[in-house]
C-alpha cells in the first residue's frame, strides 16, 4: 500500500483512471462472490451430513450477500442496479476468475475450492481494510466475522480430510493440484493494478499472490500435503477479461432464468 | 433393588455411543464390533460420528442454555458446525460443546424424587410476599425527590 495518505470518501473525488481501475476491482470481486455463491449452493440439500450441508449453504448464502453488497455499492457509483447488474449481463461482461465457474465436482474438490478461494479472499478484504477508497474499506470491515469464519471452517475441514484416511489423503491431494491453476487465476493481473497501488486504493494482485501462497502452504503442508511449486503451475487467466470457461454459460442461463421472465417483478 | 432403582444411569454408562439423539435412534444402527480394549459392543470407527450436545449464550453475561445436538468427529469440527447450525439466524456470544456421551442424564425412573412437596411452599419463590413492601418503598423514595 502507497504511503499516500489521501482517503476518498466519494468516488467523485476519483480522477476517470482511478474510477475505471476501482470499478473494475469491485466487479471482479463482486462476479466471484456471485458465481461461487451459486455455485455452492448447489450443494444445498445434497451435503455429505446434514449439519454440513446447512453450514456450507449458509455460508454460500453469505457470497450472495456479499456479491450484493459490492453490486449496491456499484450502484451507488452510477451504475445499474444489483439485480440488473447481477442477472442481465453478457457472459463476456462478467469479471469472474475460472475457478468460480467450475462445476461443484465432488466435494473434496468443493471444498478445496472454498479453502484455496476464501483464503485468497480473506486477505484481499483484510488489506482492503486500510483502502484509501473509504466505501470499499466500510465493507471490508463489515465483512470481516464472517469471512473469519468461512476460513476457519474450511481449514479444520482440510486439516480434518487430509490427516484421516489413505482414500481422503490421496483425494485432497489430487483436488489440490487440480485446483492450484485455476487458483491463480484469482490473481490474473489488471492494467489497473499500479494505478490503484499508488492511489492507495489496493496493494495489487500481486501482492496479494505472495501472501496467498504463504498462508496456504502453511495450512496445507500442515495438513501433511505436497504443495505444488507456483513455477509449476500455468495460471487459468482470462476471466478477469471476459473470456470464460465452457462452464459459465449454462450456469448463467440456469441463475437468470426466473429474472429474465419478469425483470419488472416485485419480489 | 439399588441396581433397579439406578437403571437409568447403567444405561447411559455401558453404551457410550447410545445417544439421546432421537435421530440416532430413529435410524436404528447395528452394533457391529467389540471394542479391541474394553470389550464393549460399539459401532465400527467411520462408520458413524458421535453426537456433541450444544450450549448457546445470547448474551455476554448469561447463562448458556442447550440448543441442540449435532454429529461430529471431534470437538474442533463440532464448533464449526455448531456455528452455523445454531448461530446464523440470531447473534450468540458463546457457544459450549460436550459429548453426548458424557453428560450424566437422569429423567426416567425419577418422577417421585422431582415431585415437589406441597407442604413447603414456603421454598417457592412465589412464597415471598415482599412485593407489596418493595412497592411501599419505591414510593415513598419517588416522593422523597
Given at each position: 500500500?502507497?504511503?499516500?495518505?489521501?482517503?476518498?470518501?466519494?468516488?467523485?473525488?476519483?480522477?476517470?483512471?482511478?474510477?475505471?481501475?476501482?470499478?473494475?476491482?469491485?466487479?471482479?470481486?463482486?462476479?466471484?462472490?456471485?458465481i461461487l455463491g451459486h455455485r455452492n449452493s448447489?450443494?444445498?440439500?445434497?451435503?455429505?451430513?446434514?449439519?454440513?450441508?446447512?453450514?456450507?449453504?449458509?455460508?454460500?448464502?453469505?457470497?450472495?450477500?456479499?456479491?450484493?453488497?459490492?453490486?449496491?455499492?456499484?450502484?451507488?457509483?452510477?451504475?445499474?442496479?444489483?439485480?440488473?447488474?447481477?442477472?442481465?449481463?453478457?457472459?463476456?461482461?462478467?469479471?469472474?476468475?475460472?475457478?468460480?465457474?467450475?462445476?461443484?465436482?465432488?466435494?473434496?474438490?468443493?471444498?478445496?475450492?472454498?479453502?484455496?478461494?476464501?483464503?485468497?479472499?480473506?486477505?484481499?478484504?483484510?488489506?482492503?481494510?486500510?483502502?484509501?477508497?473509504?466505501?470499499?474499506?466500510?465493507?471490508?470491515?463489515?465483512?470481516?466475522?464472517?469471512?473469519?469464519?468461512?476460513?476457519?471452517?474450511?481449514?479444520?475441514?482440510?486439516?480434518?480430510?487430509?490427516?484421516?484416511?489413505?482414500?481422503?489423503?490421496?483425494?485432497?491431494?489430487?483436488?489440490?493440484?487440480?485446483?492450484?491453476?485455476?487458483?491463480?487465476?484469482?490473481?490474473?493481473?489488471s492494467e489497473y493494478d499500479e494505478l490503484l497501488?499508488?492511489?492507495?486504493?489496493?496493494?495489487?494482485?500481486?501482492?496479494?499472490?505472495?501472501?496467498?501462497?504463504?498462508?496456504?502452504?502453511?495450512?496445507?503442508?500442515?495438513?501433511?500435503?505436497?504443495v505444488p511449486e507456483l513455477s509449476e503451475i500455468?495460471?487459468?487467466?482470462?476471466?478477469?477479461?471476459?473470456?470464460?470457461?465452457?462452464?459459465?454459460?449454462?450456469?448463467?442461463?440456469?441463475?437468470?432464468?426466473?429474472?429474465?421472465?419478469?425483470?419488472?417483478?416485485?419480489? | 433393588?439399588?441396581?433397579?432403582?439406578?437403571?437409568?444411569?447403567?444405561?447411559?454408562?455401558?453404551?457410550?455411543?447410545?445417544?439421546?439423539?432421537?435421530?440416532?435412534?430413529?435410524?436404528?444402527?447395528?452394533?457391529?464390533?467389540?471394542?479391541?480394549?474394553?470389550?464393549?459392543?460399539?459401532?465400527?470407527?467411520?462408520?458413524?460420528?458421535?453426537?456433541?450436545?450444544?450450549?448457546?449464550?445470547?448474551?455476554?453475561?448469561?447463562?448458556?442454555?442447550?440448543?441442540?445436538?449435532?454429529?461430529?468427529?471431534?470437538?474442533?469440527?463440532?464448533?464449526?458446525?455448531?456455528?452455523?447450525?445454531?448461530?446464523?439466524?440470531?447473534?450468540?456470544?458463546?457457544?459450549?460443546?460436550?459429548?453426548?456421551?458424557?453428560?450424566?442424564?437422569?429423567?426416567?425412573?425419577?418422577?417421585?424424587?422431582?415431585?415437589?412437596?406441597?407442604?413447603?411452599?414456603?421454598?417457592?419463590?412465589?412464597?415471598?410476599?415482599?412485593?407489596?413492601?418493595?412497592?411501599?418503598?419505591?414510593?415513598?423514595?419517588?416522593?422523597?425527590?
Amino acid at each position: 500500500m502507497s504511503s499516500q495518505t489521501e482517503i476518498y470518501s466519494d468516488y467523485k473525488e476519483l480522477n476517470e483512471e482511478q474510477l475505471k481501475g476501482v470499478k473494475d476491482l469491485i466487479f471482479k470481486m463482486a462476479d466471484d462472490e456471485l458465481i461461487l455463491g451459486h455455485r455452492n449452493s448447489e450443494w444445498t440439500g445434497l451435503g455429505p451430513i446434514l449439519e454440513e450441508d446447512i453450514a456450507f449453504s449458509s455460508m454460500a448464502q453469505d457470497k450472495l450477500g456479499q456479491a450484493q453488497a459490492l453490486y449496491l455499492l456499484l450502484n451507488q457509483m452510477d451504475e445499474k442496479d444489483p439485480d440488473t447488474l447481477a442477472f442481465t449481463r453478457n457472459e463476456n461482461e462478467y469479471k469472474c476468475c475460472h475457478f468460480v465457474e467450475y462445476p461443484i465436482g465432488e466435494y473434496d474438490f468443493s471444498l478445496m475450492r472454498h479453502f484455496l478461494f476464501d483464503a485468497a479472499e480473506a486477505l484481499r478484504y483484510n488489506s482492503l481494510i486500510n483502502s484509501s477508497f473509504a466505501p470499499l474499506a466500510n465493507l471490508a470491515k463489515k465483512f470481516r466475522g464472517e469471512i473469519r469464519y468461512h476460513t476457519l471452517h474450511s481449514e479444520v475441514w482440510i486439516d480434518q480430510l487430509s490427516k484421516a484416511t489413505e482414500e481422503s489423503k490421496a483425494r485432497m491431494q489430487t483436488s489440490l493440484n487440480e485446483c492450484m491453476p485455476l487458483a491463480l487465476g484469482i490473481f490474473e493481473p489488471s492494467e489497473y493494478d499500479e494505478l490503484l497501488m499508488n492511489s492507495g486504493v489496493f496493494t495489487g494482485e500481486e501482492n496479494l499472490k505472495s501472501g496467498w501462497y504463504e498462508h496456504i502452504q502453511f495450512v496445507l503442508q500442515n495438513a501433511g500435503l505436497k504443495v505444488p511449486e507456483l513455477s509449476e503451475i500455468i495460471p487459468s487467466f482470462g476471466g478477469r477479461k471476459g473470456y470464460h470457461t465452457e462452464y459459465l454459460k449454462p450456469l448463467l442461463d440456469e441463475m437468470c432464468e426466473v429474472y429474465r421472465i419478469d425483470p419488472e417483478a416485485e419480489w | 433393588m439399588i441396581n433397579a432403582r439406578f437403571r437409568g444411569h447403567f444405561v447411559l454408562y455401558n453404551m457410550p455411543i447410545k445417544s439421546i439423539d432421537p435421530r440416532i435412534t430413529r435410524a436404528n444402527i447395528e452394533i457391529q464390533e467389540k471394542d479391541s480394549q474394553t470389550g464393549e459392543q460399539v459401532l465400527k470407527k467411520l462408520d458413524h460420528w458421535q453426537t456433541y450436545e450444544v450450549f448457546a449464550q445470547n448474551k455476554r453475561g448469561e447463562h448458556y442454555s442447550h440448543v441442540g445436538s449435532l454429529h461430529a468427529p471431534n470437538p474442533e469440527m463440532a464448533w464449526i458446525l455448531a456455528k452455523e447450525q445454531f448461530g446464523r439466524r440470531n447473534k450468540i456470544t458463546g457457544i459450549w460443546i460436550t459429548k453426548t456421551s458424557d453428560i450424566f442424564s437422569v429423567t426416567e425412573n425419577e418422577e417421585e424424587m422431582f415431585e415437589l412437596n406441597s407442604e413447603k411452599v414456603y421454598r417457592e419463590a412465589g412464597g415471598y410476599k415482599v412485593m407489596d413492601k418493595i412497592n411501599k418503598f419505591k414510593k415513598q423514595n419517588k416522593k422523597g425527590n
